[in-house]
């Protein structure tokens, strides 16, 4: 199949990725843009991963203050390089970041990081919930663990689904981001201030 401009051009409003990645994609899908979209996807994953254990100690810390001052959120983006840290793309997503922080109110950065405590806690809610049903022991298991992941994927903010594009997670944004920049990249920390709260 003959791979034109207008679907190169396509690929890369969809992913970011450059133009030669998208048009090797596309001919390695035979032009399928779903198919070359998962394996743009699946490469991005692959770079970070070989990025995830450079350390990141340049960087921004981003601020959004939400209207009429009553919500505001600061996070740390690291990354390797004051160059990078310098560009367009990484002080978008540092921004956009701090906007998702502000609209849906994560608990921490990684599931690693959720306070004990706080899933012990909704375990024992679910199990008393599967109990009061009248559920047998061996079902309570496996609604509890489907339950318990489901919590964590909407409190921790590297599982939650993108604000502005529920396709992705924030987890899938930032390898993007890692793909194209070249190098690791990491939402180190955050804090969410609400007049109120």
């Known amino acids: 199949m003959k791979i034109t401009s207008q679907m190169v051009k396509e690929l890369r409003d969809k992913t970011n990725a450059g133009m030669m990645d998208c048009k090797k994609a596309l001919g390695e899908t035979e032009g399928d843009l779903e198919k070359a979209v998962d394996l743009l996807r699946q490469k991005g994953l ?62 921490a950065v990684t599931r690693e990081e959720v306070p004990a405590e706080l ?10 919930q599967a109990k009061d049903s009248g559920k047998p022991d061996n079902i309570i298991e496996k609604i509890v663990t489907g339950k318990i992941e489901k919590y964590l994927s909407e409190i921790c903010l590297m599982d939650q689904k993108y604000v502005k594009n529920p396709d992705l997670t924030i987890q899938d944004l930032l390898n993007e981001l890692i793909a194209k920049m070249g190098e690791n990249i990491s939402i180190k920390r955050f804090s969410r201030f609400q007049i109120g709260a």
Do not use: W
């Open 46 to 107: 692959a770079v970070a991963a070989k990025r995830a254990d450079r350390a990141t100690s340049e960087g921004v810390v981003e601020c959004y203050i939400h209207a009429g001052a009553k919500l505001g959120v600061m996070v740390e983006v690291g990354c390797e390089t004051d160059f990078v840290a310098k560009t367009d793309d990484f002080q978008a997503f540092a921004k956009d970041i701090a906007m998702h922080i502000a609209a849906v109110s994560p608990v």
């Open 119 to 128: 899933v012990d806690r909704e375990k024992e809610i679910y199990i008393n």
